[in-house]
Each structure stands twice: as C-alpha cells, then as structure tokens.
C-alpha cells in the first residue's frame, strides 16, 4: 500500500544536497515506496548539480533504518533479494551516483540498511549507533552483491562475525575498522560534522571527483567469478530461500518471537 504522505524530505543548500528518511511508525523499514522516494531525491540532488548528498534520518531517532521491509519480502519462492528488488536499484544509484553520497547515522542500523549505510562513500556516525546484519536469523540468503559491498568496508573476519551472529557492531568498533569516517558525539555534532565534510567535497573538481568515484566503484565490484561457481551458489541461496526455515523465519517475525530453524 502506498503511503499517502512524503517519507522523504530533500532540501538543497548551495551545493549540498540532504535527504532525510521519514518514515518513523515503521523506523525507517526500506518498503518499495521509501525506496523509491530516496532514489527521486537524488535525482533532485543531480539535477540541483549538488556535489555531495547526505542521506540521514530525522534527529534523535533510536532506529535509523530497520532494514527492508519485512512484510514486502516474497513468499512466492522467489529470490528475496532479487537484481531488480527496490532496495537493490537504491544502491546501484547511490554506487552510480556522480558525486559523493554520505550516510549520517545515528541509532541502530539493521539488515539491509547496513548494506545501504556502508555503500555510501562515506559514513558519519554518532558514537552510539551500532550496524546489524541480520539475513540468518532470519532465514534470508544474502545476495553476491551485498557481500562485495560488506568486504568493501570491514576486514573478512568481522564481517563474517556479523553475518553469522546478527551481533550489532558498535560504531565506536566500526571506526576502529575503518569503516565509520567521523565519529560525532551526539545529534547535534552528527549534523555538523557531516555538514563540513560534505561542504570539504563540495568545493573540489567535481569532474575529478565523479571520476575518480567510478573508478573506485569499478575496481571494488572487479571479482571475476567462473559461470560454475555462480550458478553453484545461485543454487545455495535458492535452497534457502525456497526452504521452510525461510517461512519460518518471516513467520517469527510477524509474530514477534525467536525463529526455530531445522536446516530445511
Ligand atoms: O508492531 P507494529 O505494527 O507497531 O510494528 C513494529 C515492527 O513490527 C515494525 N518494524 C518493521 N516492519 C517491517 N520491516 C522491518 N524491518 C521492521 N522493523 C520494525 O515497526 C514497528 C515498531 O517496531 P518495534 O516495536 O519492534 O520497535 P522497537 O523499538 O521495540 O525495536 C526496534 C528494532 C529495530 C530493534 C526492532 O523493530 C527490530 O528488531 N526490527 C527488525 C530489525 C531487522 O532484523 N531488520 C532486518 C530486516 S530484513 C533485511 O533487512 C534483509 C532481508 S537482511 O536481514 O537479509 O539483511
């Protein structure tokens, strides 16, 4: 169903862009419509010719994106994290994107908005967000994709530690790790410190800058890959996500309960 008010606000400021997730009653969960409303703002943002966007929730929010939208995943046996899924053509524009995206992030960051947080080109976060990664509990075969942008940013063995525990990493843990650029002190610093680093990249060569973004996004997505082994772990992911733990988990968080998963 669509939403009948806006879930997004874009506003430009000389030659920065903002976009802020509104969509508080469901803490900012991707469905297809928020998706879609983030991806007309960045049109917005180009068309302005801003040369850096922030994407960011509304100040003070204790959940900064709940991830997809649980209630949009397929239960017709189809893949649930699909090419053409909303929150999938989100990040191939912000990756597409000619100019610096940045994710100013406080509260939690779970599942899918990881993914969308950490494939902006820069994060700044409050000391107290943490990131979630939640695909095994609940029963959701993460997507190639999605993995590639996760290795991008954290070492193997941490990212392997939030794929297979669902732990949230603190922010203060991610800096370390490299992947949070600022670590701001609270609400207020974020909008500051966000602000100055995106007014930092507005001023330099916006050709170069465009250039050298396709360049990173080229060679960070360079992982040749044998048609074998692709279609063997196509096959994996769709035992998963065709599997009863798959219902199972989808059913567990409807009604608000820990899954119970038999590897079938
Ligand atoms: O009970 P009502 O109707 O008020 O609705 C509740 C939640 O059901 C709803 N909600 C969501 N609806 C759809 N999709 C979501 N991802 C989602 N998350 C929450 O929002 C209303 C308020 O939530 P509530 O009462 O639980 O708030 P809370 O403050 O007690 O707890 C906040 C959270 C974030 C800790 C909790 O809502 C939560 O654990 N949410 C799910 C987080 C998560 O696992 N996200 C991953 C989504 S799946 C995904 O992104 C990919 C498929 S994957 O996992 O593969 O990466």
């Not at 169903?1 to 903002?18: E, K």
């Not at 649930?80 to 929150?87: E, F, G, I, T, V």
């Not at 733990?245 to 119970?260: S, T």
């Amino acid at each position: 169903m669509t939403d009948p008010t806006p879930l997004v606000a874009t506003a430009i400021d000389g030659t920065v862009g903002c976009i802020t997730m509104r969509r508080p009653r469901r803490l900012n969960a991707l469905s297809a419509e928020l998706v879609a409303q983030i991806i007309a703002g960045l049109q917005t943002a180009q068309e302005a010719n801003c040369r850096a966007v922030i994407l960011r929730a509304e100040p003070g929010v204790r959940t900064w994106s709940a991830g997809h939208d649980v209630s949009e995943l397929p239960s017709d046996g189809s893949d649930p994290l699909r090419w053409n899924a909303p929150l999938e053509k989100l990040l191939r524009t912000i990756r597409d994107f000619p100019q610096p995206v940045i994710a100013a992030v406080e509260g939690g960051v779970w599942g899918g908005a990881c993914d969308l947080a950490f494939t902006c080109d820069l994060v700044v976060a409050t000391s107290d967000a943490t990131f979630a990664i939640t695909p095994a509990k609940l029963g959701v075969p993460y997507n190639l994709a999605g993995l590639e942008h996760f290795l991008g940013v954290l070492p193997l063995h941490i990212v392997k530690a939030m794929f297979f525990t669902a732990a949230p990493l603190s922010a203060r843990d991610a800096a370390g790790y490299g992947l949070v650029n600022v670590l701001a002190e609270d609400t207020a610093d974020l909008e500051t410190q966000s602000t100055r680093v995106a007014e930092r990249m507005a001023v330099m060569a916006p050709l170069v800058v465009t250039a050298i973004k396709a360049e990173f996004t080229a060679l960070t997505a360079a992982n040749p890959m044998t048609p074998d082994t692709f279609e063997q772990l196509t096959a994996l992911r769709r035992r998963a996500w065709r599997s009863q733990d798959y219902a199972e988990g989808l059913a567990a968080f409807r009604e608000k309960r820990p899954a119970e998963f038999h590897g079938r």
